[in-house]
């Protein structure tokens, strides 16, 4: 452990992410001279990231300690949780990676685009107990808006951790149940820490079960009459099914759009999650071949995401859909925090172009989400009776709000933690105590890149998306130590020149005489120094005249003459 945070007998437990945001989920267990990782994810960007793809954690302390790395284990298949593993793969070694169900299938797609990586994926059972070392584990299967989602159990010398992963109680589930018994069994033996979902604790009460989305969506099915599109989460595999079967019941033939969706469909097909008769599906090339009334339409775009493919049917800018009178769009999904602006452009938008729009609301239940109300929380509580309690996956209020929870059913005042990224709970089965941090933060993936995103980088991006760039060429002759010619501005997204032409003129004087005066009483050019001097005037000139703040270039040429 980095600084000796942690004494011999102390097992050290901290989030590289996840902790005071929703997404990124990373988790590390350490013991002695072993580490396990829990999950690899990503963080879809807020608006305030402009141009950045994904965010995800810091991997510099799995980096420096890679050595004590058993395994990476994955908690289900959704991309807050996977979706870094091919960027952690690139600069950690992980020597097995260990998944269940679905998320074996999504992992291996995604690493196939990542080419290079021999890593083994390992599909972990519920029943087994994986022994790594000092430190094994064992499986429970929760509920959750993917199949094949699991809590993990982290057997220690000092005790059991339990880490339950994503999960909600449904008690008519589409899937298979949660395993109650193994969740009891586990509190009825000892829990020394709880690591739990906090996604949702602001709700008050249970989370609806998906079985009642199921039946809304069969019935709102029914009163269509012309073409049906419906945006979900690509990796939302029970709802696709869901979906899927409300178009066998109304004798709609289906078509998908969006690359995640496509894999999504095509893993999911593979490993028996989506069913459907032959001839269900269609190729998106053959859309115009059947009648409105016989077409279902699933695509990807439900959080207004400019790319995906309901923002651009909604934009009209669609290779292969317009809409048309008559089409209804369903929303089977809610915005994610941060996403509410974007989703509502998409809605008026689609309006815009004629189309009915079906939200989730409590009329038409469309969607529920697949993590646990506080009711349901407090029911994981009292099954695993922690010690001590750590509340993970969520923003700062969820997680307090969770700790409070965690009180109020039996968790004594002082054993409950809300911490930070890279914050380290030191756990014996007596003491808890926070140890200190470790580097966590997050890294920014624009493109294919990686890491060399920095905040910088951010800043200058957000500069030049409110003010503009103003470029300022000097040519300056080495030998006479004079200008050649008057310096040359240049601007995008400042002003536009030609209605500025004096406004420019006399920027080109100011600098042309103050790089002059500098010049002359210089024996030798400095080039560093001369660019400080013409960003210094331009910032203040421009701001006395327009008050604004563009990102300055100044742009110095030497000439012999």
Request: hydrophobic share 35%.
């Amino acid at each position: 452990m980095q600084n000796n945070l942690l004494k011999k007998n102390e097992v050290g437990v901290f989030a590289l992410g996840g902790l005071g945001e929703v997404g990124k989920n990373m988790y590390v267990v350490e013991y002695q001279d072993e580490i396990l990782v829990i999950d690899s994810g990503i963080l879809f960007p807020e608006d305030h990231l402009l141009g950045i793809d994904y965010v995800i954690p810091d991997y510099t302390y799995l980096f420096e300690n890679q050595d004590k790395i058993k395994a990476l284990i994955i908690t289900h298949g959704h991309e807050d949780h996977i979706g870094g593993i091919p960027y952690l793969l690139r600069q950690v070694k992980v020597p097995k990676i260990y998944a269940s169900g679905i998320a074996v299938g999504l992992i291996k797609n995604k690493l196939e685009k990542h080419k290079g990586f021999r890593v083994p994926i390992i599909e972990y059972q519920e029943y087994e107990k994986i022994v790594l070392g000092k430190l094994s584990i064992s499986f429970f299967r929760t509920n959750h808006s993917i199949p094949d989602s699991y809590g993990i159990a982290i057997h220690t010398p000092e005790g059991v951790i339990v880490h339950t992963g994503d999960f909600k109680f449904d008690f008519t589930p589409t899937g298979p149940d949660a395993s109650y018994h193994r969740i009891a069994d586990l509190g009825r033996k000892g829990v020394l820490l709880l690591l739990s979902d906090s996604t949702n604790a602001e709700l008050t009460d249970f989370t609806k079960s998906e079985s009642v989305v199921s039946e809304n969506i069969k019935d709102i099915f029914t009163k269509i009459d012309g073409r049906i599109i419906v945006a979900t989460f690509a990796s939302n595999v029970h709802r696709v099914q869901q979906i899927v079967e409300a178009s066998v019941a109304t004798n709609r033939k289906v078509a998908v759009y969006g690359r995640s969706m496509l894999r999504t469909l095509e893993v999911g097909r593979d490993m028996g999650y989506i069913k459907a008769p032959q001839g269900t599906f269609i190729d998106p090339h053959h859309l115009k071949r059947y009648p409105n009334e016989q077409m279902t339409i699933i695509c990807t775009g439900s959080q207004g995401e400019p790319m995906a493919a309901l923002s651009r049917i909604a934009a009209g800018t669609h290779r292969q859909i317009s809409l048309q009178n008559g089409d209804t769009v369903i929303f089977s999904s809610s915005p994610i925090p941060g996403n509410q602006e974007g989703v509502s452009k998409t809605i008026n938008m689609l309006f815009r172009r004629g189309a009915n729009v079906i939200t989730n609301s409590p009329l038409t239940d469309t969607h529920t989400s697949g993590h646990a109300g506080q009711e349901e929380q407090k029911l994981m509580l009292k099954l695993i009776k922690p010690k001590f309690f750590m509340p993970i996956h969520g923003e700062y209020r969820m997680l307090k709000i969770h700790s409070k929870i965690g009180i109020n059913t039996g968790v004594r005042k002082g054993n409950e933690f809300v911490l930070d990224n890279g914050d380290v709970l030191a756990v014996t089965r007596r003491s808890a105590r926070v140890a200190g941090k470790v580097q966590a933060g997050s890294v920014y993936i624009d493109g294919s890149g990686i890491g060399d995103i920095g905040s910088v980088v951010i800043r200058d991006r957000k500069l030049l998306s409110e003010d503009g760039l103003l470029s300022a060429i000097v040519t300056v002759d080495k030998e006479t130590m004079k200008l050649v010619g008057q310096p040359v501005i240049t601007s995008r997204g400042f002003i536009y020149m030609r209605e500025h032409e004096e406004l420019t003129s006399e920027m080109s004087q100011l600098v042309g005489t103050e790089v002059q005066n500098k010049l002359s009483n210089s024996t030798t050019i400095n080039i560093s120094y001369l660019k400080k001097t013409m960003t210094r005037v331009l910032s203040k000139y421009i701001y006395d005249k327009t008050e604004r703040n563009p990102m300055i270039m100044p742009v110095i040429m030497i000439v012999n003459n």
